[in-house]
């Protein structure tokens, strides 16, 4: 392919899901109060949190940050997909895609290292209960999620700095919600498999090396927990590790539903399982681990009572 063709995009088009009018406007109120929906859920579990001295322990740490990430995560993609969905200018600039690819790509990462962090906490927890205080120390937590934001934020800086090297040429259209990266690599022009390759093997241990873990630590969870002579200790025991394992299985699902293929089969077919990843997960997580759990409703329950009321 001569020079001339391969002159770098300025900006791209968004297109989205549908390019029906009736079907925008229908899109629009969804997305638009899955949004808020999200927004308020999260908001909550973080406020709750922060203003109950019974909830500060590593789990609930740890959750308000998964809380925070989600939130970030949403920001990060749906108000611009709001514009465009009520906009005749679809475009996003070259700069801003890269942008919105970075925090997608860090945030992604940091909400699987956080699970994989939560995983421990309840394997010390249950399998570990004497070493708890000690092996979960407020110095601990914070290492741990200092590891988990810095490792995320360098391993999306290094997708991005590569997805800048690729050229793009002729179709500026994103038949996408977002600036996703198996969407941006289908329309380039240059060769990708070096950043394909490096695609799967950053991918094989940033995301199915704490994934193993998880599933070995809950191994040895549901070993002890057998192991535990009362049926009430047994389903305490439980009810602690079902709302991590519902978001896991909700988590992981989804992303594999969408990146485990070959790239050169990424198609629009896939934009359902991501809107569950990119929108769904982060809406159902703060029912999720609100659900049957009574130290969270009653930190709920104080904090919406002690809010002042409105004139």
Request: a positive charge; proline letters at 4%.
């Amino acid at each position: 392919m001569d020079g001339g063709n391969q002159t770098r995009i300025s900006d791209f088009l968004l297109l989205g899901i549908s390019e029906s009018p009736e079907q925008q406007q229908v899109l629009f109120w969804m997305f638009l109060s899955m949004y808020l929906v999200t927004v308020v859920g999260n908001v909550l579990i973080i406020l709750a949190i922060s203003f109950d001295p019974r909830l500060h322990t590593p789990m609930y740490f740890f959750l308000a940050n998964l809380s925070f990430t989600d939130l970030f995560f949403v920001t990060n993609t749906i108000p611009k997909m709001l514009v465009n969905l009520q906009s005749q200018n679809k475009a996003i600039s070259y700069a801003g895609c890269m942008t919105q690819l970075y925090f997608l790509v860090s945030l992604v990462t940091l909400d699987n290292l956080i699970l994989a962090t939560m995983a421990y906490d309840r394997y010390v927890a249950i399998c570990r209960p004497l070493h708890y205080v000690t092996a979960m120390s407020p110095g601990l937590c914070i290492l741990l999620l200092t590891l988990c934001w810095a490792l995320s934020l360098l391993y999306g800086l290094t997708l991005t700095l590569f997805m800048t090297k690729v050229t793009f040429c002729g179709s500026q259209k994103i038949h996408y919600i977002f600036c996703e990266m198996y969407v941006l690599l289908r329309l380039a022009c240059s060769n990708t498999q070096i950043i394909h390759i490096v695609l799967i093997t950053t991918g094989i241990f940033i995301f199915l090396t704490p994934f193993g873990f998880m599933m070995i630590s809950y191994i040895r969870i549901v070993r002890t927990i057998l192991q535990i002579p009362s049926a009430s200790s047994k389903y305490k025991a439980f009810s602690t590790c079902a709302s991590h394992l519902a978001v896991v299985s909700l988590f992981y699902g989804t992303l594999c539903m969408v990146y485990l293929q070959p790239l050169q089969s990424y198609s629009m077919k896939d934009s359902v399982a991501t809107v569950m990843y990119a929108v769904v997960t982060p809406m159902m997580n703060p029912f999720i681990y609100s659900l049957r759990n009574k130290d969270m409703h009653g930190a709920l329950g104080r904090l919406l009572l002690e809010c002042p009321p409105k004139n």
